[in-house]
């Protein structure tokens, strides 16, 4: 499985964009990139993924390198409840599909 | 639709007994997970099904776990003989296979203790 390698932590103010980095050099042609976050005592959340386009939804945005080297999840106006561990993790798009979790972001949000 | 849920939430056990826990997943969902986490870990893949079909197990599946989804729908994971290292957060995840790729719904997981 392809890995990926993010920051160990980061921190932002209350109500600023948040930009968190995602570095997956050995990525393939067919690997999606998925985003996801996990708060205190709870099971993951889908936050986003996509293959080459950037996309947009109502939680954030995944910009993706030309290269798809590497992959920027963008909160836009961070709160509170988006304190959690991020994961930046390639989902290949046949088989099982599983997730290989790394160690993730965990991004601290100060008010 | 309420989401996957996970029966129990918390399980505490003696070591050697046995611990069935219980996945329900959104019910036109045709792939189930099932990963463990321990604490300051990521979650870590054990098995998938398709339907009522168990495609692939990690590993980590050792002898002394079982899991089981009967008719697709619910899915049960067994512990025989637990031992102080079974101790973890085990998630429960599920998604609809349409397309070449898609994101997953997770549970809120079962805290197993052994003590």
């Known amino acids: 499985d392809a890995k990926t390698t993010q920051p160990n932590s980061m921190e932002s103010n209350e109500e600023e964009p948040v930009h968190l980095p995602c570095n997956h050099s050995t990525i393939s042609g067919t690997d999606y990139i998925h985003w996801y976050r996990q708060l205190p005592s709870q099971g993951p959340e889908y936050v986003i993924h996509g293959l080459t386009s950037n996309v947009n939804n109502r939680m954030a945005s995944l910009a993706i390198a030309e290269d798809r080297k590497s992959s920027t999840l963008i909160l836009h106006r961070a709160t509170l409840r988006d304190a959690a561990v991020y994961y930046c993790?390639?989902?290949?798009?046949?088989?099982?599909?599983?997730?290989?979790f790394g160690q993730g972001t965990r991004l601290t949000i100060n008010p | 639709d309420t989401g996957v849920s996970q029966d129990p939430r918390h399980k505490i056990t003696k070591r050697g007994q046995n611990v069935t826990f219980r996945c329900d997943p959104i019910?036109?969902?045709?792939?189930l997970y099932w990963y463990r986490q321990t604490l300051g870990q990521g979650p870590e893949f054990l098995t998938y099904f398709q339907n009522e079909a168990q495609l692939e197990k990690s590993r980590l599946l050792s002898d002394r776990f079982s899991a089981e989804r009967p008719k697709g729908s619910f899915s049960t994971l067994e512990i025989q003989r637990t031992e102080q290292g079974d101790s973890a957060m085990y998630l429960c995840?599920?998604?609809?296979?349409?397309?070449?790729?898609?994101?997953?719904?997770f549970g809120s997981g079962t805290r197993l203790t052994v003590v």
């Open positions: 993790i390639l989902s290949v798009s046949q088989g099982a599909q599983k997730l290989v």
């Open positions: 995840a599920s998604t609809l296979v349409k397309g070449p790729n898609y994101g997953y719904t």
């Open positions: 019910s036109e969902h045709n792939r």
